[in-house]
């Protein structure tokens, strides 16, 4: 059985965030420190800003690599990563997700499908939803694209006649041999 060494999380393994922390800042001669309450400390060696870091139980994290020379601030490196994994949690959940439903009809459609077909599309404007409707064409039925435009015309009307309010993202177009037309609620 072999030994596993474990490094523990201030032995230097530097930020996933491409910033240089602890002993991998020993590549610079110089720092420029930042105390941990933001006071600028000045010019120090790097071992001894480490030292100074490790007196205070804190990590000596680069700011600014490009200035000369470095700037360089103590603070504890656990709770920075903390903080930025909740910040960019927090942002996840504040982005809208735009979900689009599909709602698939054919030209020949009879009577009933076509009005469960309807109140699904009424349905999903309602919640909020955008409604890809995608007609599809088979065999000879692409000969006669202008039933597929009528009945999206007919949807259109349909849900006028219902006050659902809805906007045309895209117009009817014919891609290959599908019609398509998507609509967002308003």
């Not at 960019?88 to 469960?116: C, F, G, M, N, W």
Request: hydrophobic share 35%; with cysteine.
């Amino acid at each position: 059985m072999r030994n596993k060494v474990f490094k523990s999380p201030r032995s230097g393994a530097g930020a996933k965030d491409g910033r240089r922390t602890n002993e991998d800042l020993l590549v610079y001669e110089v720092v420029r420190l930042i105390a941990s309450d933001g006071q600028n400390v000045s010019e120090v060696s790097t071992s001894e800003a480490l030292q100074m870091a490790r007196d205070q139980n804190l990590d000596l994290v680069t700011i600014d690599p490009s200035s000369d020379p470095p700037i360089c601030k103590m603070l504890d490196l656990r709770k920075m990563k903390y903080i930025s994994r909740k910040n960019a949690s927090e942002a996840r959940k504040k982005q809208k997700r735009i979900v689009v439903k599909e709602v698939k009809l054919t030209p020949v459609i009879s009577l009933h499908d076509y009005e469960v077909k309807v109140k699904s599309i009424e349905e999903f404007l309602g919640l909020g939803y955008k409604v890809k409707i995608s007609l599809k064409f088979r065999g000879r039925q692409i000969l006669h694209p202008e039933g597929g435009y009528d009945l999206f015309i007919k949807v259109k009307e349909y849900m006028n006649k219902n006050k659902v309010v809805f906007k045309v993202d895209s117009e009817p177009k014919l891609e290959g041999r599908q019609m398509v037309m998507v609509l967002s609620a308003k």
